[in-house]
């Protein structure tokens, strides 16, 4: 695997589910990112680790928790979610915070019923 | 606060003619700016991007994009559309000292016909 790896590429859950999408990068980069992708919305940036310490935490609600155990890894955990929570979940990562370059992964489209 | 504005949520040309899409930032300081482009089912990929020196960045593809800090724009062109250069085309930018945080504009999908 090289670059930027999502799993899963799809995942539909219900309200009450609690899921986790993980991220994984192969580049040896110290940042990674969570930003999400609703239609006709600009991309959202949810939350940012440097180094595995979480440095920007953009007022997201407390449904959706990170957890970054190493640099290479970054998973979101969600429970009780809501509909207008479907979107396209894009993680990204870079050598360094920016202005370096952030690599983005395909993302998880997700769909809450 | 950062803003981005990006002019037209959809642009058709023709195969062969000249692509221009354009960025506007609001900005107390001169940002770093970027653009990204988009392929279906992809994530974001960087065409190109402007941090300090020349105001004309060349990029991937063909692409280019010039800094007008008087005009606060960031427009992308590229002299001659191709088929596969349909997609979509977002721009950001980012504070210096923002801890990565890059905000972007709301994208412009390119068409290109042939």
């Known amino acids: 695997e090289t670059g930027v790896t999502q799993t899963p590429r799809h995942l539909v859950m219900g309200m009450t589910n609690k899921k986790s999408l993980k991220c994984e990068q192969h580049l040896g980069h110290n940042a990674m990112y969570w930003y999400k992708q609703s239609a006709k919305k600009p991309l959202e940036l949810m939350f940012v680790?440097?180094?595995?310490?979480?440095?920007e935490n953009n007022s997201v609600p407390s449904r959706f928790s990170p957890e970054c155990p190493n640099s290479s890894h970054l998973f979101l955990h969600l429970h009780t979610l809501q509909p207008e929570d479907s979107a396209l979940y894009l993680c990204?990562?870079?050598?360094?915070?920016?202005?370096?370059?952030?690599?983005f992964g395909p993302g998880t489209r997700l769909t809450v019923l | 606060a950062q803003s981005v504005t990006q002019l037209g949520s959809h642009v058709s040309v023709s195969e062969g003619a000249l692509v221009l899409l354009r960025c506007n930032y609001s900005s107390s300081v001169p940002p770093y700016l970027f653009w990204y482009v988009q392929y279906p089912n992809q994530g974001l990929q960087l065409l190109l991007k402007y941090t300090t020196g020349a105001t004309l960045v060349k990029g991937i593809n063909g692409f280019e994009a010039e800094f007008k800090k008087s005009e606060t724009s960031f427009h992308l062109t590229k002299p001659s559309a191709h088929m596969s250069d349909a997609a979509e085309y977002f721009c950001?930018?980012?504070?210096?000292?923002?801890?990565?945080?890059?905000?972007f504009g709301k994208g412009t999908k390119l068409s290109v016909k042939p």
């Open positions: 680790y440097s180094l595995e310490e979480r440095v």
């Open positions: 950001a930018v980012c504070l210096k000292g923002s801890q990565g945080n890059l905000i």
């Open positions: 990204a990562s870079s050598l360094r915070l920016a202005p370096d370059t952030q690599y």
